[in-house]
Nanobody, 130 residues
């Protein structure tokens, strides 16, 4: 069974950077599309970014385009989310999620939605504050 563990969150000043990791165990991520979501207090969980199973397609929410970068290292069974130019409104718990997929299906040219994923991590807190 696939298990996902997020790490890398923390407290950072506005304009700062963090790199989140989503490490998988139990199964190889080679055939999974991976998404990053976030949920701020009192708000619904929203999609931030996703990457298809071969890494050939990456997609971002408009609110993070140009600031966040998703990547994957299948040899390490890990997906990363680089967060740059952080703003207070980026404060949230960040979750990664996975769904088995061929490269042409999930996250192939679009930001896959919350209900398309069936494996979730427990989240890592990102707080942007001066």
């Amino acid at each position: 069974q696939l298990q996902l563990v997020e790490s890398g969150g923390g407290l950072v000043q506005p304009g700062g950077s963090l790199r989140l990791s989503c490490a998988a165990s139990g199964l190889s991520l080679d055939y999974y599309a991976i998404g990053w979501f976030r949920q701020a207090p009192g708000k619904e969980r929203e999609g931030v970014s996703c990457i298809n199973s071969n890494g050939g397609s990456t997609n971002y929410a408009d609110s993070v385009k140009g600031r966040f970068t998703i990547s994957r290292d299948n040899a390490k069974n890990t997906v990363y989310l680089q967060l740059n130019s952080l703003k207070a409104e980026d404060t949230a718990v960040y979750y990664c999620a996975a769904v088995p997929s061929n490269p042409a299906k999930y996250c192939a040219g679009y930001l896959a939605g919350i209900y398309e994923y069936d494996n979730w991590g427990q989240g890592t807190q990102v707080t942007v504050s001066s």
